[in-house]
């Protein structure tokens, strides 16, 4: 008999060990040292790509995104940037943080944190870390009160030097809580604690300020407590801790699988097999990865742990029949080839499958997450190859003598008689015996399942990536009771009207000005005065001039004539200037107290929201500037009632030791303003809900006055809401493009578009029961269960791959579903069984992580393969029980090209794959791919009825106890598979 493809690479691969073990080993080490020499040695490698890593989820998205540029870019207009938050809390003491020896250490450490600066690294000389001048603290903002009379204001440092005495101290709090935008941001409101801002260069400098801190803070004793926090700390230190905790977690995890393993088949040596080719697997996939150019992000850091125990699947399957069978033989290449001549469709398929499951996340529109699905693509596929090159290889290197008592007993047709082995037989019968019992239960747990997927909450957040006790979290969760909130939220608001040419400006400006002269009457010659002016306004169609240097040139000409002008006309002059004065601030918007009152309201709203916990912005620093030069009073904390008003506590606040703080605020054109939002939560389903909060004021209300606002976001916290929206939106489309895909490869492989349907079924009721549980217990949906989505994807079909080709294939030599169960329920199921235990059991050491992303990998990955196991096991033989006389049938209709149903529906779903994946590439939208795919179905299904009515669809094919011999069935299967 002619051996099929795996057979015939068992045998090469046994006749050539050596030559596949260096093919393998040359390989491994070529990409390792591409990847390595120019990241240990990038001078003398200059032209290989060295190690690059970036965990900044930030650039989850493109750096082209629409939302990443506009962030960039009000960080740069308004000269903003990310900080890290240290708060500093005293509980025991009756006055909290605001005594004399708590104050001086939250001086002592301010003044360590304006010298957190190093070298840049380049030719510039420039350094980076902490921005000094921004920074928020007691010592270094302003303490604003009136001067020794009203209409002056007085600006002084809030505490200059650590006081002396708790009357000093208490002085500092009294003065803080005065003003509004520091009271809950630099102190809280019962003064237990205190908040200082560090603003950094970078981001990416967060994990070493943060070190630093902790090094200093070290050395102070007393009762504070230090808390550092910030989505900037949390994001950047995540990262440090993933790659030490992915060095000590894979391992580990390898270990546990590999002590089962050995647990199961009692033999080191041959163990060590699998292990070796996991390693390899990583060691190329990684390379390559470094090699090519990509950095190592987030979610490829993850790729190891994904990668190693996909690489020992199918090598479980090979050393589970390797172990049954040898001892038939005790020759170990002839075992070994005729394992690899029926494994070798059922591992091929799994492992396309699980390729095409993780390829899929090549169309999700997050960078990172593509390079992840390609590359983890990769890493699967060369499990594969050298699962079924080196495994066979790798034994023939084993004596003989090492085997001698190695694999299960036989005795004739007896099967033995483990503890697995009788479970799996009860399995068996039960199976057959109630299937329809079975079946009830499972449509009841899928019932459940979906009423959970309905409640699954998509939710994510950089802090949660921690263990409730680790530090970050500690100091989120305790800041955030004390405090207006830690995470940084920004609101853009500019004029909404369109701003039009120059040319219009100035015609209107000419009206403008016409009209205020004609309404003048009590000023002589006033309408002769601004005609002059509205003449001289006049400007060419084509002119872009802006609008400021055109009242710039008119006040110069108006100010030169109240000097100049007969005395008759300076009246009507000084009346000219401060027309033009007004007309100025029709521009600056933000100087009209309608539009600060709109501001104030939009805030109420926002606390109200109950998740903002404090808002400043330009209305705040008006009114608190207002009230010092009205009288000091609360009752003057309030809006002045011109545009005057407002620009005169502007200059005032200019006078102040920060003056730069105002251009956080507003521009200086005064056209543009933002809002500064601290949450409480940096939750993104949080984020959305003020999102939607603003969305609805906006809408509701139609703005100040005559000025119509438009808003905007940005900021990390809004960051993290966008590009998780595209990841749960990607990897939907990318699962559903998937799953028809190995349906498609499905019916492929069984040639009927019903086994296609049933191979699906045990991966359809994995996923709903797992995701269907994250509902139920609440678990986020967050960026490790979207992943896990693609995982479940492909490990969840696998099982169900080898239990449908191992019952086809006993099928034929017994004829009936009856006297099938019993030889399928054993190696097969065993192999199953031993494979989802192995790697599923394996998995969950990851528990012990102190980073959540892992936890959940762990956790899920071992709930998907012992899931995916015991569905295949129960639901898929209750169906054929159920359904033997259409999944057996005894002509032709079986075959893909046969069966009418099966035709159409496998064309439906190419198509359906093409329409899911090009769509959203399609510039002619839904509609048009709508009826363009309704064309080609009636097309397809036309072709599909004519090729099932053909003569050879409808030939008998005989099966053993129905009319035809075991050879006639085999020559038939035989010339089914030559069929095209």
Not at 73 to 81: G, Q
Not at 136 to 154: F, K, M
Not at 194 to 213: E, G, H, I, N, W
Not at 219 to 237: K, R, S, W
Request: glycine letters at 6%; one cysteine or more.
């Amino acid at each position: 008999m002619k051996n099929n493809p795996g057979g015939l690479i068992a045998r090469f691969c046994t006749r050539h060990p050596r030559a596949v073990t260096l093919l393998m080993v040359k390989l491994a080490l070529l990409l390792a040292l591409l990847a390595a020499l120019p990241t240990l040695w990038p001078e003398q490698f200059t032209g290989l790509a060295p190690l690059k890593v970036d965990t900044d989820p930030e650039n989850m998205l493109p750096k082209d995104a629409e939302v990443r540029v506009y962030h960039d870019r009000m960080k740069e207009t308004m000269s903003l940037n990310d900080m890290v938050v240290v708060g500093v809390v005293n509980e025991q003491d009756p006055d909290g943080v605001f005594n004399p020896d708590s104050l001086r250490r939250v001086y002592e450490l301010t003044e360590y944190a304006k010298g957190l600066r190093w070298p840049a690294g380049d030719a510039t000389n420039e350094t980076v870390g902490v921005v000094p001048i921004d920074i928020i603290a007691p010592s270094t903002v302003d303490n604003i009160e009136q001067g020794e009379q009203p209409g002056v204001v007085r600006f002084e440092w809030l505490m200059q030097e650590p006081p002396a005495t708790r009357e000093e101290a208490r002085a500092i709090r009294e003065r803080a809580q005065d003003i509004p935008f520091l009271n809950g941001t630099l102190l809280s409101s019962d003064g237990k604690a205190v908040a200082l801002y560090l603003p950094l260069t970078s981001k990416d400098m967060s994990s070493r300020v943060y070190d630093a801190l902790q090094e200093k803070i070290a050395t102070f004793d007393g009762p504070e407590q230090y808390h550092i926090t910030g989505l900037p700390v949390a994001e950047d230190v995540f990262g440090v801790e993933m790659f030490k905790q992915m060095a000590i977690s894979a391992p580990l995890a390898m270990l546990i699988i590999f002590l089962l393993m050995w647990f199961f088949f009692r033999k080191i040596t041959l163990i060590i097999s699998p292990m070796i080719v996991a390693v390899v697997c990583v060691i190329m996939t990684m390379g390559l990865l470094v090699a090519t150019g990509n950095t190592v992000h987030i979610m490829s850091s993850m790729i190891p742990v994904f990668i190693m125990p996909i690489a020992v699947l199918d090598a479980v399957h090979i050393l589970s029949e390797f172990f049954d069978r040898y001892q038939e033989t005790r020759d170990r290449e002839t075992t070994i080839t005729r394992v690899m001549d029926s494994l070798f469709v059922p591992m091929l398929y799994t492992s396309i499958t699980t390729a095409v499951g993780f390829g899929s996340l090549a169309l999700v529109p997050i960078p990172p997450v593509q390079v992840f699905g390609i590359f983890v693509s990769f890493g699967v596929l060369m499990a594969w190859l050298w699962t079924i090159t080196f495994i066979p290889a790798y034994i023939m290197f084993l004596k003989p003598s090492s085997l001698e008592n190695f694999g299960a007993v036989h005795h004739g047709e007896q099967e033995h008689q483990g503890a697995l082995s009788r479970v799996l037989r009860k399995t068996g019968r039960a199976t057959f015996r109630y299937a329809k019992p079975v079946l009830a239960g499972v449509v009841v747990l899928s019932a459940v399942a979906v009423y959970g997927i309905s409640q699954i909450r998509i939710n994510d957040n950089p802090i949660r990536w921690f263990n409730r006790a680790h530090p970050i979290r500690v100091a989120d969760r305790v800041l955030n009771e004390h405090f207006g909130g830690t995470y940084m939220a920004y609101l853009t608001l500019e004029p909404g009207e369109a701003a039009g040419t120059t040319a219009d400006y100035a015609a209107g400006l000419q009206e403008r000005l016409r009209e205020k002269g004609a309404s003048l009457k009590d000023i002589p010659q006033s309408e002769k005065v601004f005609e002059e002016l509205a003449r001289r306004a006049s400007v060419g169609p084509e002119a872009t001039q802006p609008r400021a240097q055109l009242l710039d040139r008119l006040e110069k000409h108006a100010d030169e004539q109240l000097f100049g002008a007969p005395e008759a006309q300076m009246e009507a002059w000084d009346a000219a200037l401060s027309f033009l004065a007004k007309e100025r601030g029709r521009d600056q918007v933000f100087k009209q107290p309608e539009v600060l009152a709109f501001i104030d309201r939009l805030k109420a709203h926002l606390l109200d929201t109950g998740i903002v916990g404090e808002v400043n912005s330009l209305s705040t620093i008006v009114k608190t500037v207002y009230r010092e030069l009205q009288s000091g009073r609360e009752e003057d904390y309030r809006l002045p009632d011109s545009s005057g008003g407002v620009a005169q506590t502007l200059l005032q606040y200019q006078n102040s030791h920060r003056p730069q703080d105002l251009w956080h605020f507003v521009t200086p054109d005064y056209r543009t303003s933002v809002l500064w939002l601290q949450l409480r939560s940096g939750d993104n389903r949080d984020m959305e809900k003020v999102v939607h909060a603003v969305d609805a004021f906006m809408k509701e209300h139609d703005g100040p006055g005559s000025v119509r606002l438009r808003h905007r976001w940005f900021g990390l916290t809004h960051i993290n809401v966008v590009w998780q929206d595209r990841m749960v939106s990607g990897m939907l489309q990318a699962f559903l493009g998937s799953f028809l895909i190995v349906f498609l490869m499905m019916t492929i492989l069984y040639r009927s578009a019903l086994w296609g349907l049933l191979s699906m079924v045990p991966l359809t009721v994995t996923i709903a029961l797992i995701y269907g549980a994250i509902g139920l217990i609440g678990k986020d949906y967050d960026m490790p269960v979207a992943v896990l989505s693609a995982l479940s994807l492909g490990l969840a079909v696998d099982y169900a791959i080898h239990f449908l080709s191992r019952s086809r294939a006993i099928y034929l030599e017994h004829g009936s579903w009856a006297d099938t169960a019993g030889p399928v329920f054993g190696e097969p199921a065993r192999a199953i069984t031993r494979n989802a235990i192995v790697i599923g059991v394996g998995f969950l050491p990851l528990l012990a992580a102190p980073l959540v992303p892992y936890k959940t990998v762990g956790v899920f990955i071992a709930a998907i393969l012992l899931t995916a196991g015991l569905a295949s096991l129960l639901i898929l033989p209750a169906l054929i029980t159920l359904l033997e006389r259409l999944l057996f049938p005894r002509t032709r209709k079986s075959m893909m090209a046969c069966h009418c149903g099966t035709c159409f529906v496998t064309s439906l779903a190419v198509l359906a794959v093409v329409v899911i994946n090009l769509a959203r590439f399609l510039k002619g939208g839904w509609t048009a791919t709508t009826w363009v795919s309704l064309v080609i179905v009636l097309i397809l299904a036309q072709a599909c009825y004519w090729i099932s009515r053909t003569e050879r669809c409808t030939e008998e094919v005989p099966v053993p106890g129905h009319g035809g011999t075991e050879d006639d069935l085999k020559q038939s299967a035989t010339n089914e598979e030559r069929e095209p």
